[in-house]
């Protein structure tokens, strides 16, 4: 698993959150917060669509890390290795 | 899913209206095993639906606020709504509304899903008042600032009366606020002024062409597809409480069951009666003073042609305003009427008749002295 497949696993979680959303343009060094339109309830669902998908469990003081697709990769790739 | 054999579920909600459904609709979607009790053989609650000869007919159901076209940025309700049940824009089939007003004793006040029009119409009708209109709305709270707001339970008529110099402005803004959403009399609460001004009249109204069932049946199915149960025609009869808790719930059927949490939409008073011992310190909660009833009406489409355009017409046909429970069975002097096939309805959606739904204030004991059988149908 690479970066790459993180930030891709983090953009389809989105894509079903907030199908409204375009994501094709998604920097992926810039908050997902200021290029996306999402709302704190919103990170909840990612927090557990990653939950239920992949069993990565996200505590709540570490939603920071969530930020940025970048932040997401840097974050959640040993966390996924790990499941893998 | 219907029921599973199951006796223990990490949450219970009691009532499958539509914040029933909405709130089992997030719990399943977090992985909780959730029942939804409803006592009777519909769902929908107070915006429900029914038949009678041939007829099909929505409980309650004017008009959906708060619409925004589709795409609408800014995190507005029914895009939030929306998204966070995960249902599609389509499912929901929203036509907007065509035009609606509020009228007075000689003076009326347009508007529609452009707030421009309503300020227009304030600008022209209340030229003095304007300034202090556009003033109030700069100010007014958002819609979650709103519902915690320190003075959510203040005077929503002495907020606008610091606004707005004109008594008139003020009370028709409160006739249209009011009956969609006060059960207070001659006023509302600071945060549903809030919430009903942004609501009705700086976003707007839209309905599917098939009424409420197009909107229940959207929240059915999702709420089927992430594995949430519900039993109909099963009424909650007590709430057992152990240690100041509610530990298991006693049901219609004679059956027991046991929850990790309860979540009640049956309404404060309706919730309290069910407690099986009543806390000490708990007041029981006062219900609301005000009832309403509605006639329905329906006539050839054509005969609905060259007459009235609009979609909702709030109405007082007396200065001051009076929104109090009538002594009479109703008070016909003011109310809501709602010109249901006055929507943009376009090709197939047009309907063949058109429907006139009037609300008006009423008095329920007066209701309840008479025998049903004299105004069934
Ligand atoms: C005539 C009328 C017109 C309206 N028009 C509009 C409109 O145009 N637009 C709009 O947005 N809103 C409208 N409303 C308001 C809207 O219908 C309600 O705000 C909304 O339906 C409330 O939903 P709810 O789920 O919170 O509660 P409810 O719909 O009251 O749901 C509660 C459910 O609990 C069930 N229940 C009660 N007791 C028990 C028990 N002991 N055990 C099991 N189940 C129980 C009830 O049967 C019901 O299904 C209207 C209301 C009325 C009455």
């Known amino acids: 698993m690479t970066k790459a497949d993180v930030q891709k696993i983090v953009l389809d979680i989105i ?6 959303e375009d994501l094709s343009q998604v920097k992926p060094d810039v908050r997902l917060r200021d290029q996306l339109e999402l709302d704190s309830m919103d990170f909840l669902d990612i ?3 990653l939950r239920k998908q992949y069993s990565v469990h996200v505590p709540e003081d570490e939603y920071i890390h969530l930020a940025s697709l970048d932040s997401c990769a840097e974050y959640l790739l040993p966390k996924l290795a790990a499941k893998a | 899913m219907q029921r599973s054999e199951r006796s223990h579920y990490d ?26 009790l409803e006592k009777h053989n519909a769902p929908g609650g107070l915006n429900s639906f029914y038949s009678i000869a041939g007829r099909k007919y929505d409980v309650g159901l004017h008009a959906v606020t708060n619409y925004v076209p589709r795409g609408t940025k800014g995190g507005t309700p029914l895009m939030r709504v929306l998204r966070q049940l995960r249902i599609d824009w389509e499912d929901f089939a929203l036509i907007p509304q065509k035009t609606s007003r509020i009228q007075f004793p000689g003076v009326a006040l347009n508007f529609d899903n452009d707030f421009q029009t309503l300020e227009a119409s304030v600008a022209a009708a209340f030229p003095k008042s304007i300034e202090g209109f556009r003033k109030m709305v700069s100010i007014l709270p958002t819609f979650d600032e709103a519902l915690s707001h320190p003075n959510r339970s203040t005077s929503g008529r002495a907020f606008l009366k610091t606004y707005i110099q004109d008594p008139v402005l003020i009370d028709m ?28 009249l700086m976003e707007g109204f839209a309905r599917p062409a098939e009424g409420i069932r197009r909107i229940i049946r959207a929240l059915l199915d999702r709420y089927r597809q992430t594995g949430g149960e519900r039993q109909m025609k099963c009424a909650v009869t007590a709430l057992n409480i152990k240690a100041g808790r509610v530990t298991s719930l006693t049901l219609s059927t004679g059956e027991v ?29 006062i219900p609301g003073a005000l009832s309403f009833v509605e006639t329905l009406s329906h006539y050839p489409l054509a005969l ?56 008006a204030l009423a ?5 309840h002295k008479l025998d049903a059988s004299t105004y069934a149908v």
């Not at chain 1, 894509?15 to 409204?20: F, L, Q, V, W, Y």
């Not at chain 2, 008095?363 to 209701?367: D, E, I, L, N, V």
């Open chain 1, 47 to 49: 927090v557990m669509e």
């Open chain 2, 257 to 285: 069951l046991t929850a990790d949490t309860v979540l009640s939409s049956i309404g404060a008073v309706e919730t309290f009666n069910l407690l099986s011992e009543k806390p000490e310190a708990a007041k029981p909660p």
């Open chain 2, 11 to 36: 949450v219970v909600i009691i009532g499958c209206g539509l914040s029933g459904l909405a709130a089992g609709i997030r719990l399943a979607h977090f992985g909780k095993k959730v029942l939804i």
């Open chain 2, 304 to 359: 609905t042609q060259g007459l009235w355009e609009e979609t909702i017409v709030f109405f007082s046909d007396h200065y001051p305003f009076c929104y109090r429970a009538p002594k009479e069975l109703i008070d016909p002097g003011s109310g809501v009427i709602c010109l249901s096939h006055n929507y943009a309805f376009k090709g197939e959606d047009i309907p063949t008749e058109g429907c006139l739904r009037v609300t």
């Open chain 1, 15 to 20: 894509a079903d959150i907030a199908p409204d």
């Open chain 2, 173 to 200: 803004l409160l006739c249209a606020l009011c009956y969609y959403g006060s059960a207070r009399e001659d006023d509302i609460d600071f945060s549903q002024l809030a919430v009903l001004f942004r609501s009705i």
């Open chain 2, 363 to 367: 008095h329920p004991q007066a209701w």
